[in-house]
């Protein structure tokens, strides 16, 4: 019995991950990548017209200073030229978004 719980807490870990960074790339890809570049390196085919430039998530300077609060706050309230998403996005979206921006750190590394 214990070893098919365990069977089953992990299959369900191992969705909610899968679900989280394709769900959080989807988002990433349909909402942020024209401006912040296909991976997160500010480099979009929009980001040459926008004052100030978006933020490069690869840089380990950005990911240092900002606390996952901070970057839900920006993505719901936006940070000019950054418009908000919190009334286009659910809370469990934003928070999908956030990991992803997290992992696209991380493989910069």
Known sequence: MRTLALL???VLASRTAWAQENGGK???DRRCAACHGALGLGDGVAAK???P???SFADPK??????DAQL?????NGKPPMPPFGK???AAQVTELVAYIRQ?????K
């Open 8 to 10: 089953v807490l992990v």
């Open 26 to 28: 989807a988002l990433f």
């Open 49 to 51: 017209a926008l004052k």
């Open 53 to 55: 430039p978006p933020m």
């Open 62 to 67: 950005f990911q240092a200073e900002r606390t």
């Open 72 to 76: 839900t706050a920006a993505i719901a």
């Open 88 to 90: 286009q996005l659910s």
């Open 104 to 108: 696209l750190g991380a493989q910069a």
